[in-house]
């Protein structure tokens, strides 16, 4: 199967295409996690030239794979919008994925903590155990993320942008933090195209972002 992947739930924009041969084609982060995001300049670019690294075009796509979120509001409109014309002028089935659970799927350990900033002082996540995820996804403060990790018998390894943001009291409340510098802390295409395998081909209509919480901007009534 040749498979186009991509995120944009964090600042930094995730892209990658896996040939049916099984070679993988993952491009450069540009962004920082702390940035500001810039997904609507880089996003259509980095796929294009990661398409023509694995000398696959968009007509030999069988499938796209989509970070759903929860994340960024903005970026998962983006990526998702994207995603959807893509589709729509190639004739190319979509498949969503849980930016959460391509986070997790990057954290090595068996119990898995991936947290993405959400921004108004709390933090996206879930809980992931071997792979399969314990706790439905959550926007918690680092306070009552804190409570609630106190009830597990063992504890978890954190990463994403959110455990960056919130090292310090996390880190007070007990919970380990992969390494500043750890790959773990993005979200891969690789993995979201992974996780793909084992989705179900949908409609583009049928295909949104998981928000969690309501945005935070919102139609004048």
Not at 44 to 63: K, N
Not at 113 to 121: F, N, Q, W
Not at 205 to 214: M, Q
Request: net charge negative; hydrophobic share 45%; charged share 20%.
């Amino acid at each position: 199967m040749n498979l186009l992947g991509f995120d944009c739930s964090t600042a930094s924009c995730a892209v990658c295409v896996v040939r049916s041969d099984g070679a993988a084609f993952e491009a450069p982060h540009a962004e920082p996690l702390a940035e500001r995001p810039a997904h609507g300049r880089e996003l259509l670019a980095a796929i294009v030239a990661t398409l023509e690294r694995s000398g696959i075009a968009f007509s030999d796509l069988d499938a796209i794979a989509v970070g759903v979120g929860p994340g960024g509001f903005t970026g998962l409109r983006i990526g998702i919008s994207t995603a959807h014309g893509l589709a729509l002028a190639h004739g190319t089935p979509l498949r969503p994925v849980s930016s959460l659970a391509a986070l997790a799927a990057g954290i090595d350990s068996p119990l898995a903590l991936p947290l993405i900033d959400a921004r108004r002082g709390e933090l996206f996540g879930a809980l992931y155990e071997n792979g399969e995820r314990r706790w439905e996804p959550f926007a918690l403060t680092p306070e009552d993320l804190a409570t609630r990790l106190a009830g597990e018998a063992s504890a978890p390894l954190a990463a994403g942008d959110g455990a960056l943001r919130y090292r310090e009291p996390l880190e007070r409340a007990g919970l380990a933090i992969a390494g500043a510098d750890a790959p773990a802390h993005r979200v891969s295409a690789a993995q979201v195209c992974r996780l793909a395998e084992g989705v179900a081909d949908r409609a583009p209509e049928a295909v949104r972002p998981d928000y969690v919480r309501e945005p935070d901007a919102r139609p004048n009534s």
